[in-house]
């Protein structure tokens, strides 16, 4: 977190920016089960603020707790004073975290939802092609993933036949 990224922080008490600071610090440090209470405690009594539901919602998956961390992407995502750097992290934290525990259907959906707000964003586009693979739809996945590849400029000499074949997959010669 930084200062001034969100709209939310500046309605804040100094105390209670003060504690999410020190809880982001805590996660980055590797005291994640500190930084959880901390922030957990803090997501209560400020239910409406984005950036603590964010922060308190990546605390949560870097442990483990996927499930938890869904209620507070949420929140995050619904309220307003994310930075954008932020809103793309919550949008791809959810989504990854919906496809890790199954629900492969609403992923694609938060994904889409992403993409609309960041086209093109190569993260986006990497989680959606991994939740397109867990809905049997491997080919639309490979197809993604081809085509990111040669955005990006890692397909190299073989650039036109690779972006050639991500929309021609099965196509043979006879």
Known sequence: MREGDSAS????SDDSREELAR?????????????????????????DDAEIAYQTAWVHD?????AEAVAYYERALAGAGLSAE???????????????????GEALALFERGLE?????????????????????????????????VESGGAGRYRPAVEYYADHLDETVP
């Open 117 to 149: 707000e960041f086209p093109g964003d190569p993260g986006l586009r990497t989680f959606a092609a991994m939740a397109l693979y867990n809905e049997g739809r491997s080919r639309e996945a490979v197809s993604g993933l081809l085509k990111l590849l």
């Open 9 to 12: 922080v500046a309605r804040l």
């Open 23 to 47: 809880g982001v610090r805590l996660r980055e440090r590797g005291s994640r089960e500190e930084a959880r209470d901390l922030l957990v405690d803090l997501a209560a009594r400020h239910p």
């Open 62 to 66: 870097a442990l483990g707790l996927e």
């Open 86 to 104: 932020d809103r793309l992290g919550a949008f791809t934290g959810l989504g990854s975290t919906l496809r890790v525990l199954g629900r492969y």
